[in-house]
C-alpha cells in the first residue's frame, strides 16, 4: 500500500516535471518572439524558467528511478535472479541514500534559513529564496523514499529481464 502511493506520487512529479519543461519551451520561444519580433523583452521568463529546471530536475530522480532509467551497468549481471545482481542494485540504492540524504539534510537546513529570515534572490523579480531551495530537500526526500521502495523490491519481487544484448537499453 506504502509503496503504491509512493509510486504515485513519483509518477505525478514525472509527468509534472515534464509539463514544466514543456512550459519552459513555450516561455523561451514567448521570450524569443517578444524580444526579436517586437522588440519588447521580457523581464520574468529567464528567472522563471530557471527555477523550473531546478525543480524538474530534483522532481523527476524519483520518477527516473521507477521506472529503473538511472544509469545502470547490466552487462555482467544481467542475470536478474542472482544473488550478486540483488546485492549490486542493492548497493547502488545505498549510496544513492548516502548521497541523497547528505543533500535532503543540508538543503532543508538552507532552506530553512532562508525562509526564515525572508531571504530573497538577488534578481528583478525578487523571488523568496525558499522557491528555489526547496526543490534540493524535497526531490531528494523523494528519491530516498523511492528508493526504499526499490530496495524492497530488490528483495520482494523478480527483476525485471534486461535485452542489453538486444539494444533495449
Given at each position: 500500500?506504502?509503496?503504491?502511493?509512493?509510486?504515485?506520487?513519483?509518477?505525478?512529479?514525472?509527468?509534472?516535471?515534464?509539463?514544466?519543461?514543456?512550459a519552459?519551451?513555450?516561455?523561451?520561444?514567448?521570450?524569443?518572439?517578444?524580444r526579436?519580433?517586437?522588440?519588447?523583452?521580457?523581464?520574468?521568463?529567464?528567472?522563471?524558467s530557471?527555477?523550473?529546471?531546478?525543480?524538474?530536475?530534483?522532481?523527476?530522480?524519483?520518477?527516473?528511478?521507477?521506472?529503473?532509467?538511472?544509469?545502470?551497468?547490466?552487462?555482467?549481471?544481467?542475470?536478474?535472479?542472482?544473488?550478486?545482481?540483488?546485492?549490486?542494485?542493492?548497493?547502488g540504492?545505498?549510496?544513492?541514500?548516502?548521497?541523497?540524504?547528505?543533500?535532503?539534510?543540508?538543503?532543508?537546513?538552507?532552506?530553512?534559513?532562508?525562509?526564515?529570515?525572508?531571504?530573497?534572490?538577488?534578481?528583478?523579480?525578487?523571488?523568496?529564496?525558499?522557491?528555489?531551495?526547496?526543490?534540493?530537500?524535497?526531490?531528494?526526500?523523494?528519491?530516498?523514499?523511492?528508493?526504499?521502495?526499490?530496495?524492497?523490491?530488490?528483495?520482494?519481487?523478480?527483476?525485471?529481464?534486461?535485452?542489453?544484448?538486444?539494444?533495449?537499453?
Amino acid at each position: 500500500m506504502l509503496a503504491r502511493i509512493i509510486d504515485g506520487i513519483s509518477e505525478f512529479t514525472g509527468k509534472l516535471s515534464a509539463w514544466c519543461l514543456f512550459a519552459i519551451g513555450f516561455f523561451i520561444t514567448f521570450e524569443v518572439v517578444m524580444r526579436y519580433v517586437f522588440n519588447a523583452p521580457t523581464v520574468w521568463v529567464d528567472e522563471v524558467s530557471r527555477v523550473l529546471q531546478v525543480w524538474v530536475v530534483y522532481l523527476a530522480a524519483a520518477y527516473v528511478l521507477k521506472h529503473r532509467e538511472m544509469v545502470t551497468i547490466e552487462l555482467i549481471l544481467s542475470n536478474p535472479r542472482s544473488i550478486w545482481r540483488r546485492l549490486a542494485e542493492s548497493l547502488g540504492i545505498v549510496v544513492l541514500f548516502v548521497f541523497a540524504g547528505t543533500a535532503c539534510y543540508f538543503g532543508f537546513q538552507i532552506w530553512l534559513k532562508a525562509t526564515l529570515a525572508g531571504h530573497t534572490t538577488d534578481t528583478y523579480l525578487a523571488p523568496p529564496k525558499m522557491i528555489t531551495h526547496a526543490p534540493v530537500w524535497v526531490g531528494s526526500a523523494l528519491l530516498m523514499l523511492q528508493g526504499a521502495v526499490q530496495l524492497y523490491r530488490v528483495w520482494t519481487e523478480d527483476l525485471p529481464e534486461d535485452n542489453v544484448l538486444e539494444g533495449a537499453h
